[in-house]
Antibody, heavy 124, light 108 residues
Framework: QVQLEESGGGVVQPGGSLRLSCAAS????????MNWVRQAPGKGLEWVAS????????FYPDSVKGRFIISRDNSKNTLYLQMNSLRAEDTAVYYC??????????????????WGKGTTVTVS | DIRMTQSPSSLSASVGDRVTITCRAS??????LNWYQQKAGNAPKLLIY???SLQTGVPSRFSGSGSETEFTFTISSLQPQDFATYFC??????????FGQGTRLDIK
């Protein structure tokens, strides 16, 4: 079945680095854009990064721009998030999510239809 | 950036109740609005996309409506497994992807 599994979380000191991975299975990974979304303890959902299906474009919010890098290896069906210069406010559960681009009502709609279970990053 | 505001932030209801959550966008987003359910300790789950389209496998007691800046999410008859937090998310102007702050639905 369609599945995403994150790994690589852990405890890191402020200023440190961590690389998260997201292993995809059950679908044609190279055909879909992917997102990273995080959730700080007791808080809401925050988008962290996006990457096109072929890796040709990446997008970040200002809160992580210049510190985080999203990438993918379509030959390994794996998504990555390299996190540098980590701060206490980056502490969160990090989810990877598959992005569907659907033609509907004469336009393209985007939504995240499959999510991993998340991996926890603690910066302390 | 488009700001999404949900109301209420929390809600208590009983099994069998009809429940409605509102999501307002800071500017017009057409019907580029998705709804997710998140149960404690779990990942979000897509329920509704394009404001009113039910994701495959999602029970028909869930529904969504609205357009432009105002959207509603309704559970027609609350079931025990529906107690969770619900988030709206706009996909009109992305990036950035933005979410509402969430509505926590618990048992009265």
């Amino acid at each position: 079945q369609v599945q995403l599994e994150e790994s690589g979380g852990g405890v890191v000191q402020p200023g440190g680095s961590l690389r998260l991975s997201c292993a995809a299975s059950g679908f044609t990974f190279r055909s879909y854009g992917m997102n990273w979304v995080r959730q700080a303890p007791g808080k809401g959902l925050e988008w962290v990064a996006s990457i096109w299906y072929d890796g040709s474009k990446e997008f970040y919010p200002d809160s992580v721009k210049g510190r985080f890098i999203i990438s993918r290896d379509n030959s390994k069906n794996t998504l990555y998030l390299q996190m540098n210069s980590l701060r206490a406010e980056d502490t969160a559960v990090y989810y990877c999510a598959k992005v569907v681009k659907e033609a509907f009502r004469g336009a393209y709609y985007y939504y995240m239809d499959v999510w991993g279970k998340g991996t926890t990053v603690t910066v302390s | 950036d488009i700001r999404m505001t949900q109301s209420p932030s929390s809600l208590s209801a009983s099994v069998g109740d009809r429940v409605t959550i509102t999501c307002r966008a800071s500017q017009s987003i057409g019907t580029y609005l998705n709804w997710y359910q998140q149960k404690a300790g779990n990942a979000p789950k897509l329920l509704i996309y394009a404001a009113s389209s039910l994701q495959t496998g999602v029970p028909s007691r869930f529904s969504g409506s609205g357009s432009e800046t105002e959207f509603t999410f309704t559970i027609s008859s609350l079931q025990p497994q529906d107690f969770a937090t619900y988030f709206c998310q706009q996909s009109y102007s992305t990036p950035p992807i933005t979410f509402g702050q969430g509505t926590r639905l618990d048992i009265k």
